[in-house]
């Protein structure tokens, strides 16, 4: 798992470059809204997409999670399909419903039913490469999301940030790895809450809760400034684990809001003492070096704490065994 971390950067190179022509296939005007549908490792993609755009995007994005789609997706939306499988079963249905509505979608996928139905219907699509875990394509399956965006100008200066990101994620690698092997020492036989000081980085807190329990498979938690202050921090009034261990996703003054930054430290002198904290740093200029530091250590903490834990972090059993007793 860990040499798989270490191709995020050349998914990411190859996602954007395979997807050019697929991506100008679709229409140039910018939707009403953009539903980005997909589950556990593929519907992640949307999630850091949403993150990104929170601020500045013209329209809504939704990510859709479900067997059901919202109401208000009409025809005067665009989907994006992805399924690094090409069956889960959510992602078809959603599909049916898509169709039904008449909505416009794209497809991101490696193989599966989804890339015969798109085909079938002559839907725009994605194929990626196959044969590694979906949590482990998340370069293939989020370059392509990108690249839509900035085909639509709703992220104008989208090459030119992924281009020194590349730099950034590989010149760093190998310190990261430094860094989160030290990390994952101090988490070992701990419960992790994870604590995002700024919203649009909720998706990379629950991106490492996700990698945690199917990498290291752990229990995590995760909360969002300010939010968790009006209710979370509650909860450590009531006793507290002697195993729970926070981890602070920092992405630095420029991307923090002050007051959260005030929250922090005021938090920090609330919650009792005798929980470790550990704090991941992000690194870079832009928010997309933010969001991919971020992520990238969050995923090399996840692996490193499964070999201290002695665990294979590439089956899914209880995934494997639910998907064949629902089959």
């Known amino acids: 798992m860990l040499s798989l971390v270490r191709l995020i950067p050349d998914q990411l190179e190859y996602g954007w470059?395979?997807?050019?022509?697929?991506v100008e296939s679709i229409p140039k005007d910018v939707p009403a809204?953009?539903?980005v549908c997909g589950m556990g490792g593929s519907g992640v993609s949307g999630d850091i997409l949403r993150g990104l755009l929170l601020h500045t995007s013209p329209i809504p994005i939704e990510v859709v999670k479900d067997y059901t789609l919202p109401g208000w997706i009409k025809n005067q939306a665009f989907a994006v399909l992805i399924s690094y499988s090409g069956d889960t079963e959510e992602a078809l249905a959603l599909w049916e419903a898509l169709t039904e509505r008449g909505v416009q979608r794209l497809a991101i996928t490696s193989v599966g039913k989804l890339k015969?139905?798109?085909e079938a219907e002559k839907v725009p699509t994605v194929t990626v490469p196959s044969g590694i875990p979906?949590?482990?394509a998340v370069g293939y399956l989020f370059a392509p999301l990108l690249r839509l965006v900035d085909y639509w100008n709703l992220y104008p200066e989208a090459e030119q940030e992924l281009t020194a990101t590349l730099e950034l994620l590989r010149s760093r690698m190998s310190e990261w790895e430094k860094e989160t092997e030290k990390l994952a020492q101090s988490l070992k036989d701990h419960f992790p809450i994870i604590h995002s000081l700024d919203q649009r980085f909720a998706a990379v807190a629950y991106r490492l809760v996700?990698?945690?329990n199917e990498n290291a498979k752990v229990l995590a938690h995760a909360h969002v400034y300010s939010e968790m202050n009006h209710n979370e921090i509650m909860g450590f009034e009531g006793g507290v684990d002697e195993n729970i261990a926070l981890i602070v996703l920092d992405p630095g003054d420029e991307f923090t809001?002050?007051?959260n930054r005030k929250r922090a430290e005021i938090v920090d002198k609330i919650?009792?003492?005798s929980i470790p904290r550990l704090v991941i740093h992000a690194e870079g200029e832009s928010l997309l070096d933010r969001f991919f530091s971020l992520l990238v250590k969050g995923d090399l903490l996840s692996v490193f704490l499964a070999e201290l834990r002695g665990v294979d972090p590439f089956p899914v059993a209880s995934i494997d065994r639910l998907k064949k007793e629902l089959s």
């Open 134 to 136: 979906p949590r482990a």
């Open 257 to 259: 809001h002050p007051r």
């Open 33 to 35: 809204s953009l539903a």
């Open 116 to 118: 015969e139905l798109a």
């Open 271 to 273: 919650l009792p003492s």
């Open 17 to 22: 470059k395979a997807v050019g022509a697929v």
């Open 210 to 212: 996700c990698q945690l």
